[in-house]
């Protein structure tokens, strides 16, 4: 093995002696994980764990999958790194592939980063050369990074470490969702607010950013016909929409894209996580017209390197041999309709919302407090019986489940009964 595991109290000393003091864990007792295989993660005293995040939505095909890490491991071996101003085939490979099966519609050219926040970043300024204009709408509590740029559109306060951002720049919009509203009423507030916002200052905005589904904002799901009216509203005032699916994308939802589900193909398209399978990887996407105001491209120094191109086209490859999309709508929808049966039972849960295997659980208390610690609760507990879930929502209040796609379908029902004997548990307590 020839690596000494320093076990989980010395790695959370180190991390609060060399870290930022900001890092956050879910677990009073957080584990170290030392190996993955699948949907299997193991900790550093050999207890097996089996995944529900993927590292929130990443390692969607599974932990070191051999079908992928051996094209990986093959490109590590054979050419690693040269800048892209050279000419290198898996990049091309890859962008080609996205544009001919992978993307939807006339999303025909791919520009390639490293992370999600690079996506959008790019993807946000492709907009406003090719707009001329510099202000975005996004949608409250979205999420779509860490750079300056991206923190300016996300609507999650957690998330927008800098408390000094130029308000300015973006306008938020009432989500489709309220917790204490009808969400076809809450979807249809949502347009009305944007129908404002337009014949104030449309004319000014170069693109809104959404995420079809808002993961950490709490896997929202808006109505069937939500993004159809948003898409002609912004049409009607040449403001491009960018779907960030870097939550979403690869299959996740039960369509390879999750704005698909919506019959809508944006002007811009960003993905990253499960396009890599946890090797580094961001892209972001669009049509010929747009991807010609991007007139000064400076080369990025890893975007599209080797080793990363070489991942993400085995990634795509395994999606499409597995049938891992349709297998995401069709056992996914077996933990959703799961997760349902045990909302029925327990009060704790106060609602089931998802699509595919991006699934979440909201839990509700008798205060925000309690939500947030019955939670965390949950979590723990789960964890003690050998399962990992995560957890997101505004008031940090909803089980998240985002398992690979190739979860077998007896984890799923041991996981579910797990989860009915935890709340079982606590309804007694
Ligand atoms: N957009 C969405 C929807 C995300 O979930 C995330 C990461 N949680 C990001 C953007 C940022 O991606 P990254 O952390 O790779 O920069």
């Given amino acids: 093995e020839g690596h000494t595991h320093i076990g989980p109290e010395a790695v959370v000393a180190k991390r609060r002696r060399y870290g930022y003091p900001c890092t956050a864990h879910f677990y009073s007792e957080p584990p170290q994980i030392v190996s993955g295989k699948l949907h299997n993660l193991y900790g550093h005293d050999g207890k097996a764990y089996v995944d529900f995040f993927s590292g929130v939505s990443v390692v969607a095909c599974g932990h070191c999958n051999e079908a992928i890490t051996a094209r990986t491991i093959e490109q590590l071996q054979t050419l690693q790194h040269t800048s892209t101003i050279y000419l290198t085939q898996p990049m091309v490979d890859l962008a080609e592939r996205l544009a001919n099966g992978v993307l939807p519609g006339n999303l025909k050219r791919t520009f ?82 944007l129908a404002n916002v337009l014949a104030e200052k449309g004319d000014t905005i170069a693109a809104m950013i959404v995420e079809p589904i808002q993961g950490n904002g709490g896997m929202i799901v808006p109505p069937d016909w939500y993004f159809r009216e948003l898409k002609a509203m912004l049409e009607e005032h040449g403001i491009l929409l960018i779907a960030d699916e870097i939550q979403t994308g690869c299959g996740r939802t039960g369509r390879m894209f999750a704005i698909e589900h919506y019959g809508i193909v944006p002007d811009i398209l960003t993905m990253a996580k499960a396009l890599g399978n946890g090797v580094p990887i961001g892209a972001f996407c669009t049509t010929d017209e747009i991807a010609a105001s991007l007139i000064r491209p400076s080369a990025s120094t890893f975007g599209g390197n080797p080793v990363s191109s070489a991942t993400a086209l085995a990634v795509l490859d395994y999606i499409e041999q597995e049938g891992l999309v349709e297998r995401s709508l069709r056992v996914g929808g077996r933990l959703i309709e799961g997760l349902r049966e045990l909302q029925g039972r327990y009060g704790l849960i106060a609602d089931v919302r998802g699509k595919g295997f991006m699934a979440g659980a909201e839990i509700r208390g008798a205060t925000d407090e309690e939500s947030a610690a019955w939670t965390d609760i949950i979590l723990e507990r789960m964890k003690d019986e050998g399962f990992i879930i995560g957890k997101n929502g505004v008031g940090r209040n909803v089980l998240a489940f985002q398992p690979a796609m190739i979860i077998p379908e007896e984890e799923i029902e041991a996981m579910l009964r797990a989860l009915d004997q935890v709340l079982a548990g606590l309804s007694q307590s």
Avoid at 115 to 140: P, V
């Fill in 112 to 193: 390639f980063v490293n992370s999600g926040s690079e996506a959008n970043e790019g993807a946000l300024l492709a907009a406003r050369l090719h707009t001329k204009r510099r202000s975005f709408l996004a949608l409250e509590y979205g999420l779509h990074g860490r750079t300056f740029l991206t923190m300016n559109v996300t609507g999650i306060p957690m998330w927008r470490t800098d408390d000094f951002l130029d308000q300015e720049v973006t306008t938020f919009i009432p989500r489709p969702y309220d917790p204490v509203m009808d969400q076809e009423a809450a979807s249809r507030r949502s347009l009305d607010a």
